[in-house]
């Protein structure tokens, strides 16, 4: 099971590896359940936006198409929680730097 890394810790059952934070950690549920009652990681759900994320990388693509740069960094979240898949992050991160660096000129 993978969580997020809310507040650094020493890993007493990775040999005292010290985990950072904002970082995803990957452990049995037990772990994490035990981790997440002492304040160091949270679970986050793929409540969200479940059935996008379901699919092949290709699937996931072409399903976001249009989404905002908000929801975009939703999906990137819940996937880094999720399956991490390289592949998809990298693409969301890239969407969003993308909106980022060049932003619309309305209002102006």
Not at 37 to 48: A, H, L, M, Q, S
Not at 71 to 77: D, P
Request: glycine share 6%.
């Amino acid at each position: 099971m993978k969580a997020k890394v809310i507040r650094a810790f020493r890993d007493k059952n990775n040999n005292k590896k010290y985990i950072e934070k904002n970082t995803i950690f990957e452990a049995a549920a037990e772990r994490i359940q035990v981790l997440k009652e002492k304040g160091f990681v949270e679970v986050e759900e793929k409540i969200e936006h479940p059935s996008v994320l379901d699919g092949s990388i290709d699937e996931v693509k072409k399903s976001t198409d249009g989404l905002t740069v908000e929801e975009v960094k939703a999906l990137l979240e819940a996937e880094k929680v999720g399956d991490n898949r390289k592949g998809l992050v990298s693409y969301f991160e890239s969407l969003i730097e993308e909106v980022e660096s060049n932003p619309t000129e309305e209002g102006e």
